[in-house]
Structure formats: C-alpha cells, structure tokens
C-alpha cells in the first residue's frame, strides 16, 4: 500500500456526516474489502465466490491507495476507490485493466496515467454525496501524482444474455468514444460488440440501464449527456 495521503486527520474533506481520507493502516484496507465484499459478493448473491474471511482482495491491493468515506455517526466505510498510480504500476508491472483490454496505444502515457477501480459504496449510501467526495478526493490525487489522464474498466450484468451490455456500448460509442490513437479493446474480442451478433443501433430498443455510479462518471467527467 502506498503511503500517499490526501488530507491529515484535521484537514480531512467531509460533509456534515461523511470523511474523505485515505486508508493509512492495514485494518482500514481490511475495512475496504469488507465493503467490496459485501456489495460485490454478497449483494450480488454470487456464493460461489464467497470467501471464510469476507475479504474482496486480490495482489493489486497492497500496491494501490485506497480512498475512503467513512460516516463519522457510525464510524463505518461506506465508500471507496482503489487507485493505481505510475509507480504502483511500475512495480506490478501491469495495469488492473490489461486483464480485460488491450492498453498498448497508451503506452506512452503510462508514466501520466492513474487507474480507478473498485468503485463501490454501500446501499444506504447511494444518494449522491458519497461518489462526489470520491471524485474530490481522485481530483487532489491525480494533480499530487502530476498526472493527467485517467482510466479504469467497470462491469455490466450479462443476466439478460448481454443485450443490455451490447446497448450501452452502442451508446458509448456513438457519444463518448476516445480517438482512435486512444482506442482500447477487449482482449478477448466481446461477442454482440460492433458488428458481432446482437448488436444493435442506438435507440433500436429498450433505453440502455448504464449502471448509476457509471452515469455519474460520465456527469463528473462532463461526458455525460
């Protein structure tokens, strides 16, 4: 875990009930994985990664920071990001996202890029204010780290046999593609993505359901419509 911090526990960025700060100990990360646990595994009825400790972990943990609101009420985690930057990359070697995208035409960008992910914020804490305390908290890291360009990738339910996944990315594509000499792709090829099988037209259907915290990326980053 990097040692980088946003703010000291007097300065910390917080509304009437929540605290931006970034996790400092091995226990504040171990209450990040609980909550991505509890969002990722257990809301999602997904037993068969169940785990005996209710840990949501994997090895880029230790080498990224983690942002996290805390209800100063209850004291609980209620919302997190996991940030890689250059030199947590440089050590890992690789980027989260080269599991599921081919990143080779940012090459020349890796040593000014910070990658999010992770995203998540417990149920009850969905109305807005936790995600903007985020977004603050990604703002200040990203000009500490001196760098200028963002990525992550997210997931979209495939319980309706992908037609909502192919949906939103034919709206993605027709209004916030990168420039080619930006472009990713998946690696593996996506079956139902442009000219695969299912794919549609923008409003040939029922309208696309982008998750909620991924619309509000969209908003923060001045892409959304």
């Given at each position: 875990?990097?040692?980088?911090?946003?703010?000291?526990?007097?300065?910390?960025?917080?509304?009437?009930?929540?605290a931006l700060s970034m996790a400092a100990t091995p226990e504040e990360v171990r209450e990040v994985q609980r909550l991505r646990y509890k969002v990722f595994i257990e809301n999602?009825?997904?037993?068969?990664?169940?785990?005996?400790?209710?840990?949501?972990?994997?090895?880029?943990?230790?080498?990224?920071?983690?942002?996290i609101v805390r209800d100063t009420a209850t004291l609980k985690v209620v919302g997190t990001y996991r940030l890689l930057n250059p030199a947590g990359a440089r050590k890992l070697?690789?980027?989260?996202?080269?599991?599921?995208?081919?990143?080779?035409?940012?090459?020349?960008?890796?040593?000014?890029?910070?990658?999010?992910?992770?995203?998540?914020?417990?149920?009850?804490?969905?109305?807005?204010?936790?995600?903007?305390?985020?977004?603050?908290?990604?703002?200040?890291?990203?000009?500490?780290?001196?760098?200028?360009?963002?990525?992550?990738?997210?997931?979209?339910?495939?319980?309706?046999?992908?037609?909502?996944?192919?949906?939103?990315?034919?709206?993605?594509?027709?209004?916030?593609?990168?420039?080619?000499?930006?472009?990713?792709?998946?690696?593996?090829?996506?079956?139902?993505?442009?000219?695969?099988?299912?794919?549609?037209?923008?409003?040939?259907?029922?309208?696309?359901?982008?998750?909620?915290?991924?619309?509000?990326?969209?908003?923060?980053?001045?892409?959304?419509?």
């Open positions: 875990m990097q040692t980088t911090t946003i703010a000291t526990a007097e300065q910390r960025v917080s509304t009437p009930r929540l999602q009825g997904l037993t068969a990664l169940a785990t005996p400790d209710g840990l949501d972990c994997d090895e880029f943990d230790a080498a990224c920071d983690h942002l070697g690789r980027h989260y996202s080269e599991n599921e995208f081919d990143l080779g035409r940012l090459k020349h960008l890796r040593s000014r890029i910070v990658e999010a992910g992770r995203a998540c914020i417990h149920p009850d804490y969905r109305g807005g204010s936790v995600i903007m305390l985020l977004w603050s908290g990604l703002a200040e890291y990203m000009r500490r780290h001196q760098c200028e360009y963002l990525i992550g990738c997210a997931s979209i339910s495939l319980a309706d046999g992908g037609h909502n996944a192919v949906a939103v990315y034919e709206q993605l594509r027709e209004k916030h593609m990168a420039p080619m000499e930006y472009r990713v792709t998946p690696a593996p090829a996506v079956p139902g993505g442009e000219g695969g099988i299912g794919a549609r037209g923008p409003g040939s259907g029922p309208a696309e359901r982008l998750p909620a915290l991924r619309r509000l990326d969209l908003r923060r980053t001045g892409l959304g419509s």
